[in-house]
């Protein structure tokens, strides 16, 4: 323990460097790892209390601060707008701990942090793609006990899920998961897609960069690595749907290939939800 | 950085902590210092050092005062400062038999072994508002200064005899009297730690215990009553054993000797509820117990706490009320979720609002119901 206390009085000398101490970091680390090497596996951590609330962000802020070095760019969205209240709140605790510098373009940064979005693009092998979690579990709409759950994942059992899947087809015509749509990764495990809207979900799918799952409420980190399999969850004859509205265009920059949010009105107006992008297509520098 | 205050985020963001520090800081009162709140806040403090798993009054009283008076997110502020201290020491394993009560019940018994020591309670007052004027109450501290009636002993000093200090356990009583199931386990395992791992069912009865001790006080009371009255599951009612407030000694080992030192008392609450085991298959003529321990002084939630103890084990996996404590108890857990309904959500939103027209779509081409 003398030994540990040196390193302790050693580590006060320097500034702390992204909340977290040394010993929290490193146990983290470890269970990305080990996420990373089980892809879809949802790999139970020590999850701290961090300064933001449980269930704004704490899983995706602790692995950030985990993997980010004091080389690294980081850009912060909520709902893909880097301007959202909590997107300004999350980046302001990383930069002003860690001192790294921040954009708002995907391609000029090295770790994206996100809720609810993918960036529509310039993500590549060069970046860690850290996704907010809410609820990690993808079976819970279909099993509440969790000792039960964890012998379905253990046994690649998905057959209620499926079986849900198909009576939700049958009675409504159309498979109606909206958001965080499950997803079989490197055939084996089930996740939970946070909830990312279906049109993000391709994007999973043999991707460059990695993605990091981080559920700091429910203690669970999981990863899809780059270049894995993502399958979204349905029937040979029932095509994956991502969502679509006829004729909705960005009033903005006027695209219609990228991911809408509605403006209600009167006349209802349709605007980019990667307000990053939006900017860049309207300024032509896509 | 420009950019970010062209678009007005962090402007708003700042504007609103501005305005809860200004209102905070220069309230239109006296300034109110920590030890104020340590001496006059007393169970509020020991609420959030139990909740927090911090024993520290005049941090807990600090983050009373910048929560203004929210426990729950007095606690996270605790619970969030701890996470930037490494963890450099562990303490020696303390005998619980060496509490020093400063009070203590048995319900159980009349004349229990050892006193029936009320101590400081208002369990026996009349719930009646002081309305009496400001003058007079602060009249009546002096007075009471004056006969030196508000000085607790110091626990370094104690007094009285040993039987009295640290009375025998009834539960040692009901063992001479074979009335109770031995559960008492003979191999020594390591506790579960929550704050490293997280608890999940089937856990240890430690992880329990601890997730438990360290639960959100209300979550805790609720969690035992809706097993009393709910929709759901079924508590037996247990007799309370003991109920103990009092203080431990805390030991840890020196770094350079190697020897155990003691480097102070924490209070804690500590109960032990006799189940009476009423199951087909169980003991019928013997007695079960439940423990529950936790920081400060926090009868509600030690109480809770035992009687879910002794309720899990009997439950034995049947139903889902392990599940409901580990999950479920934590006041930063549920009130985060919760409160983070406030964030945008109109991304999952228009997700949704698509799949309501998709099943419309489905309907007019015809495609079931």
């Known amino acids: 323990m003398t030994s540990l206390l040196n390193d302790l009085i050693d580590n006060n000398e ?36 961090m300064p933001v609330a449980r269930g704004w962000g704490s899983g995706g802020l602790q692995i950030t601060l985990a993997v980010i070095g004091h080389n690294d760019v980081i850009k912060v969205i909520d709902q893909g707008d880097d301007q959202g209240v909590n997107a300004v709140n999350l980046r302001r605790l990383i930069v002003q701990s860690t001192k ?7 391609a000029k940064s090295s770790i994206v942090q996100s809720r609810h979005r993918i960036p529509e693009d310039g993500l590549d092998q060069r970046h860690i793609l850290v996704l907010q979690v809410p609820v990690p579990e993808p079976l819970r709409g279909v099993e509440r006990d969790m000792r039960e759950l964890a012998r379905m994942h253990a046994e690649a059992d998905y057959s209620k899920m499926w079986v849900s899947l198909y009576e939700d087809k049958v009675r409504n015509g159309v498979i109606t998961q909206t958001t965080g749509y499950p997803c079989l990764v490197n055939d084996r495990y089930v996740i939970a897609t946070t909830p990312i809207p279906r049109w993000d979900i391709p994007k999973l799918d ?81 | 950085m420009g950019y970010a205050a062209a678009r007005g985020g962090l402007d708003a963001i700042e504007a609103a902590e501005n305005l809860v520090r200004r209102k905070r800081l220069n309230a239109d009162c006296d300034w109110v210092t920590p030890d104020q709140i340590v001496g006059r806040f007393r169970l509020a403090v020991d609420r959030v050092m139990g909740e927090a798993g911090l024993w520290e009054e005049e941090l807990a009283a600090i983050a009373i005062r910048q929560a203004e008076g929210d426990l729950i997110e007095a606690v996270h502020l605790l619970r969030s400062y701890r996470s930037t201290l490494p963890r450099f020491a562990y303490s020696e394993v303390t005998d619980a038999d060496e509490l020093r009560v400063i009070r203590r019940i048995v319900p159980a018994f009349r004349n229990p072994p050892g006193p029936q020591l009320l101590g400081r ?73 929550i704050t490293r791992t ?61 020897n155990p030192v003691a480097i102070g008392n924490i209070r804690v609450t500590e109960v032990e509820a006799i189940e009476d085991l009423n199951g087909i298959e169980e003991e019928r003529d013997r007695f079960d117990v439940g423990y529950g321990i936790c920081l400060g002084h926090n009868e509600k939630k030690a109480i809770a706490m035992a009687n879910l103890d002794i309720a899990c084990h009997r439950d ?25 309904l406030k964030l945008p959500h109109y991304v999952t939103f228009r997700s949704m609002m698509e799949r309501k027209n998709a099943v419309r779509q489905a309907r007019k081409n015809g495609q079931p119901k």
Not at chain 2, 231 to 251: A, F, I, N, S
Request: glycine fraction near 8%.
């Open chain 1, 14 to 49: 320097s500034e702390q460097f992204g909340i977290l101490d040394e010993y929290s970091k490193r146990e983290i680390r470890r269970a990305v790892l080990t996420a990373v090497a089980v892809p879809g596996y949802q790999v139970p951590f020590g999850s701290r209390e």
């Open chain 1, 206 to 286: 043999h991707s460059p960069f990695l993605t990091l799952f981080g559920a700091g409420r429910e203690k669970r980190i999981y990863a899809v690595p780059p270049f894995t399999k993502v399958e979204p969850l349905t029937f040979e004859d029932v095509p994956f749907e991502v969502e679509k509205t006829e004729g909705a265009t960005c009033s903005q920059c006027g695209s219609n290939s990228s991911f809408l949010v509605e403006i209600p009105g009167a006349q209802s107006r349709w605007v980019c939800s990667d307000t990053d992008w939006c900017e860049r297509n309207l300024e032509g520098n896509l």
């Open chain 1, 100 to 106: 790294v510098s921040e954009t708002t373009t995907a």
């Open chain 2, 121 to 193: 309670t208002s369990d026996y007052t009349g719930r009646l508002l002081e309305l009496s004027s400001e003058v007079a109450g602060q009249e009546e501290a002096q007075l009471l200064a004056s006969l030196a009636l508000t000085q607790e002993q110091h626990p370094s000093q104690p007094s009285g005899d040993q039987q009295q200090q640290q009375p025998r356990r009834l539960l040692e009583t009901l063992r001479e009297m074979d009335l109770m199931v031995d559960r008492r386990r003979l191999d020594d395992p390591e506790p579960f730690d």
């Open chain 2, 198 to 258: 997280p608890a999940r069912p089937p856990a240890s009865r430690s992880a329990r215990l601890s997730s438990m001790s360290r639960a959100e006080t209300g979550a805790l009371v609720n969690q035992w009553y809706r097993n009393i009255l709910g929709p759901d599951g079924y508590l037996h009612e247990v007799t309370l054993g003991e109920v103990r407030h009092g203080y431990l000694p805390l030991r840890i080992v020196h770094p350079i000797t190697g």
């Open chain 2, 316 to 340: 034995n996996g049947r139903s889902q009320i392990e599940q409901s404590l580990l999950l479920t108890t934590d006041g930063l857990d549920s009130s985060g979720f919760l409160e983070h």
